[in-house]
């Protein structure tokens, strides 16, 4: 197999109150491939009285000096909960990919999401059903179980994957003692590494 060149990067752009004196980081994902820059989840660029109780201290991406909204191609939610979705608005025009049962989910269900924040003026998505074939060495495959709609992005680059996890797991621990769909999926995939929306610093197998 041809070996691609692919880079990940993570970029971080808030925290949450979960705990009365423990803040939980948000990062968002950035795939540099030699056919297109995909961004994974976009964060969030605002306060939201819907997330008030969490506190959010954020740092949008779009004023940040060193990323460039503009040279994003392609842009991928792993799910639509607020801080995953709330910077779609930046990415009006742009390809923007989600399970179609997320998208149904997110548009439907009381207190699942911030709902403007999934349907700003100009964003258009291209739901998705099952796995799907983003760029050669890219591939949207579902994690069901942070929400039924979950996908992750799995890289392929010769050896074995990296996986862009969203909130397939939200700590290393639910991926060292898998239990939902989404994390035994990825598992299987015997994963190099994992990047997490909420851990500054990729899984990996029998890190601790």
């Not at 994003?72 to 979705?85: A, G, K, Q, R, S």
């Not at 910077?87 to 990919?97: D, S």
Request: negative net charge.
């Amino acid at each position: 197999m041809t070996q691609i060149a692919i880079s990940i990067t993570p970029i971080f752009v808030a925290d949450l109150l979960v705990a009365e004196d423990a803040r939980m980081p948000v990062y968002v994902h950035v795939i540099d491939h030699p056919d297109g820059r995909v961004l994974v989840d976009t964060g969030l660029t605002e306060l939201h009285p819907a997330a008030a109780d969490m506190d959010p201290r954020i740092k949008p991406l779009h004023t940040q000096e060193d990323f460039d909204v503009d040279s994003i191609d392609i842009v991928v939610n792993t799910h639509l909960h607020f801080d995953h979705c709330g910077g779609n608005h930046l990415f009006a025009g742009k390809p923007i990919y989600v399970q179609r049962r997320e998208l149904e989910d997110a548009r439907t269900e009381d207190d699942y999401t911030i709902r403007e924040w999934v349907d700003p003026p100009g964003v258009e998505y291209l739901p998705v059903d099952g796995e799907h074939e983003l760029l050669p060495g890219l591939r949207l495959v579902p994690a069901p179980g942070h929400t039924q709609g979950m996908q992750v992005v799995v890289v392929e680059t010769g050896g074995r994957p990296v996986v862009v996890g969203g909130d397939v797991a939200v700590w290393f621990g639910e991926l060292d003692e898998p239990e939902s769909e989404g994390q035994l999926r990825v598992r299987a995939l015997e994963p190099e590494r994992v990047w997490l929306t909420h851990e500054r610093e990729a899984w990996r197998p029998g890190h601790g």
